[in-house]
């Protein structure tokens, strides 16, 4: 539609020129070849100017600027991969010097354990000798007092009875025969009363 | 001159009358614009590769998306192969283009929409691809026009058509970009005056088709550098790499 108008009006466009415009130049100016040559010559001047310019100064400059940009992008990506990389192995670092660190600390609180339970089992040791020894000084000295004892009460009975004798009779009593009956008795009641 | 829809296309001189031999090479408006188109292309692409910044200025964005937007059109269509010439399609580009757009502004003069610039730019084309061809390939160019997988008993007519088809290149390209902007500047003024004719009264109708004209034109100027260009890097295609 908008074609045919297009066209139809270029159609009526020289025909208005051939109706109105007959007495001017006519037709089309481009057809006129007064200025041809000089259109030729300017055409190759301006454009073979421009052309040599353009391919000898300005393109490569361009052409330049991009390249010079294209790899200092890569550059730049690459340095920052690289940066991400050391930083990627700085953390693995870190990560590690902390796992390791942890491990440390564990052992170290391990071997502090230790160290402790057998300064505590050194010391119950030394302790129970000391408690030990304690007990059998203990022992040894009941012991002794028992194996003292018949004696001693031997000797209060023979007292005693000795006493008892002068008290009833009036008259001192020999102790050694005294001492031969108590020695005598102890001797047969000795294992009713010490259970020996 | 101003009611003549024709005569914005009137070439004339601006100042003395220069002859050299038998040829009248005088400066016209024609030259003018020529002149402004180059010299506004190369400042722009000065400007644009000055400086070389990671975080481009606006000018120099310009200058790289043209430059890289040119270099990926002829890398698809004529592949590696045609580097050498980039420069050359580059300005041939920008300076339809430039041209194009200059014709846009009113009171200006539209440099390509003159058979013989875009003829002779379109010979100049014709003429290189076909040496490159030559030099390329030598005589084996030729099997340019035999096409692969034909019947023998079409070829001859084949061959016809191709030599025909090849020879018509030039006229083709030329009048292609000629008759557009001759056409679409021709309609521009044509409404244009009708805006006048008609008055404030019917003025208005043509008036708005006078401005979805512009947009219009503005998409053609472009389209028709890219397709100026890209026509020639399929030409040259075919002489760099013969597919046939």
Redesign the interface.
């Known amino acids: 539609m908008v074609k045919k108008i ?1 066209f139809q ?2 159609f ?2 020289f025909f ?2 051939k109706e ?2 007959a007495a ?2 006519g ?6 070849p ?11 001047l ?2 073979g ?3 040599l ?3 000898k ?3 490569p ?6 390249e ?2 294209k790899s ?2 890569l550059e730049n990506i690459e340095a920052a991969e690289k940066q991400r990389e050391d930083s990627d192995a700085k953390l693995k670092e870190y990560d590690e010097i902390i796992s390791k660190s942890k491990l440390e600390a564990n052992s170290i609180f391990n071997q502090a354990r230790e160290k402790a339970l057998k300064n505590i089992v050194a010391k119950r040791e030394v302790l129970d000798k000391q408690i030990d020894n304690e007990i059998a000084e203990a022992e040894k000295e009941i012991d002794a007092l028992r194996k003292n004892a018949p004696n001693k009460i031997n000797k209060i009975a023979i007292e005693t009875s000795s006493e008892l004798l002068q008290k009833l009779i009036g008259a001192e009593v020999n102790n050694s025969s005294i001492s031969a009956i108590v020695d005598d008795l102890s001797k047969r009641n000795g294992d009713k009363y010490y259970g020996n | 001159m101003a ?5 914005q ?3 004339y ?1 601006i100042g003395p009358e220069i002859k050299v031999g038998a ?6 408006n ?2 003018l614009f ?2 402004l ?2 010299v506004s ?2 400042l722009i ?2 400007f ?3 400086k ?1 910044s ?1 975080l481009p200025n606006k000018i ?1 964005l310009l ?2 998306l043209s ?2 937007f040119v270099s990926k059109m002829i890398s698809d269509t004529a592949g590696s192969k045609a580097k050498p010439y ?3 399609i ?2 041939l580009f ?2 339809v283009l430039f041209c194009n757009m200059f014709g846009m502004i009113p009171y200006t003069f539209t ?1 390509t ?5 875009t003829f ?2 379109a010979a100049f084309i014709f003429i290189g691809v076909t040496v490159i061809g030559f030099i390329k390939h030598g005589f084996g160019y030729l099997k340019l026009f035999v096409p692969s997988g034909v019947p023998a008993v079409l070829l001859p007519l084949i061959v016809v058509i191709e030599i025909i088809s090849y020879l018509s290149r030039p006229i083709s390209l030329s009048v292609r970009l ?1 008759a557009n902007m ?2 679409g500047h ?2 521009m ?3 244009g005056g009708f805006v006048i004719s008609l008055g404030i009264v019917g003025g208005w109708l043509p008036l708005s088709f006078s401005v979805a004209l512009t947009g219009l034109e503005i998409l053609v100027a472009f389209l028709q550098a890219y397709v100026f260009a890209i026509l020639t890097c399929i030409y040259l295609n075919d002489a760099l790499n013969l597919h046939h």
């Open positions: 297009y009006s270029i009526f466009s208005f020129i109105a415009f001017e130049s037709g089309m100016p481009q057809l006129n007064e200025f041809w040559v000089s259109q030729i010559f300017w055409l190759i301006t454009f100017i421009m052309y310019v353009l391919s100064l300005i393109l400059k361009i052409s330049n600027n991009l010079s940009r200092q992008v | 009611a003549n829809p024709m005569s296309f009137d070439v001189r040829f009248d090479i005088s400066f016209t024609a030259s020529m002149i188109s180059t292309i190369l692409f000065n644009g590769s000055k070389n990671i120099q200058a790289e430059y890289t980039f420069a050359f580059f300005s920008m300076f440099v929409s003159h058979i013989i610039v002779v730019l000629f001759m056409a021709t309609m003024k044509v409404f």
